[in-house]
């Protein structure tokens, strides 16, 4: 929309305010970050070529280059004859075994953590299975707690030095707030999460918190489909199924941040109670506990995470061995995921659709039925038909998604997020 050329307008743009020249500190700021990601993107580089590719001088590079070794976020590979006459090049690589993230998941039945290092390398990695519902929110986040602090000695164990800690949380989350505002399956509301886990860690670490679904779809984002797709929904199948939009490279939060609720979708508006207080939702059908249950299992504490007995290893085993009630209860799951995703595919034309979380090991089983079902609602099919892939990072997606987070503040800000 055009202005009017109008006194109006005129007065308007005299009465901004001046947009203030960039400091000496704000450049030198910017431009640690952009050679510290063109190593990031590089693996491997000399400063001559960061220097090509950055159009910075030389001099500059290499006072940039000095600075993010002393922060411990670079190291010298030595040197590598460059080919050609002359003198052979120092090259220069992400520090491994510097700063690291810690990311935690607290989902319905188990908490997970893992820590990453810059180059989003897991070097360590838990998972407790136990069904939450079953305990209060302080014993929770006591146990959550004591996981991380489990986390940051094997960090420590290995030389490694966290720069924070994100928690991804099965809920609907105020970010900035760092504030959980209702996660159903777990009958929690309200919870200052990030206060919470601050105050038991008694550490001077900051702390995040977002969305599972959102962290899902951002870890796949860096490190797994992101590589090949830049719009797609991450669909995670666990007691409460969830979705991270991702549009042209970036998470679609919503305008308040609540986007992606795809468990809620109205399936039947007749269907059974939902823990959300509505009717008929989505994953009242192809919840994890819905599939189960379809299949004649027992639904408590059935993450593919970590412990080797679980209800969803044997609904596994079952589908391995073409047991026709399994097969039928995820061809029932699929059917009804499929109505749900159909709308969501038709307003907001992804590429992909990612299948995560539980989904992501019944994917063989899920494919086939899923993509029958957006063959047939969504309008755009036949000449474009989406894509239903499993996601590269599995079950893990979130709580890696997490770590990553931590690590690539590092990156992007690295005079701000860490000390030498
Ligand atoms: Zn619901």
């Known amino acids: ?32 970050a952009l050679v510290l990601q063109q190593v990031a993107a590089e693996g491997a580089i000399s400063r001559a070529e960061l220097a090509g590719v950055t159009r910075l001088t030389k001099g500059t590079v290499s006072t940039l ?22 003198r052979p090049r120092t090259v220069l690589a992400l520090n491994g075994d510097g700063h690291c993230g810690i990311g935690l998941e607290i989902n319905v039945d188990y908490i997970a953590v893992c820590v990453a290092n810059l180059l989003h390398e897991v070097r360590f990695h838990r998972v407790d299975a136990i069904d939450n519902r079953s305990a209060s929110l ?17 960090a420590a164990a290995e030389g490694l030095r966290p720069a924070g800690i994100a928690v991804a949380v099965p809920g609907t989350v105020d970010v900035p707030a760092g504030r959980l505002l209702v996660a159903p399956n777990l009958g929690w509301s309200d919870v200052r999460i990030v206060d919470e886990l601050s105050v038991r860690l008694g550490a001077a670490l900051p702390v995040l918190a977002d969305n599972d679904a959102n962290l899902g779809a951002l870890g796949e984002l860096w490190l797994g489909i992101g590589a090949e797709s830049g719009d797609y929904i991450h669909v995670s199948g666990e007691i409460g199924i969830g979705a991270g939009v991702v549009v042209d490279g970036t998470l679609f939060r919503g305008s ?11 399936v039947d508006p007749d269907g059974p109670p939902c823990s959300c207080g509505g009717r008929g939702c989505l994953e009242r059908f192809a919840g994890q506990e819905a599939i189960l249950a379809a299949a004649g299992l027992p639904t408590t504490s059935a993450t593919t995470l970590g412990q080797v007995d679980t209800p969803l290893r044997e609904l596994l085993a079952l589908l391995g061995q073409r047991n026709r009630r399994a097969e039928a209860a995820v061809r029932s799951a699929a059917n ?85």
């Open 1 to 32: 929309v055009s202005e009017p050329a109008t006194p109006l307008s005129l007065s308007r743009t005299k009465s901004l305010p001046r947009r203030p020249a960039a400091r000496p500190v704000d450049v030198r700021r910017h431009n640690l």
């Open 65 to 86: 280059v000095q600075e993010l070794l002393r922060l411990g976020l670079l190291v010298e590979l030595g040197t590598q004859p460059d080919g050609r006459v002359g």
């Open 138 to 154: 302080g014993r929770v986040l006591d146990r959550s707690a004591r996981l991380v602090q489990a986390a940051v000695q094997a």
């Open 256 to 266: 308040r941040g609540f986007a992606g609720e795809i468990g809620h979708v109205v």
């Open 336 to 420: 009804a995921l499929g109505i749900g995703l159909a709308d969501v595919v038709n307003v907001l034309d992804p590429d992909t659709i990612v299948l995560g979380g539980t989904y992501a090991s019944l994917a063989p089983w899920l494919v086939d039925p899923l993509e029958d079902v957006l063959a047939r609602q969504v309008i755009a099919a036949a000449w474009r038909p989406v894509k239903v892939a499993a996601s590269a990072l599995g079950p893990d997606a979130a709580v890696r998604g997490a770590a990553g987070w931590i690590v690539n503040r590092v990156l992007a800000e690295p005079g701000l997020r860490v000390a030498a």
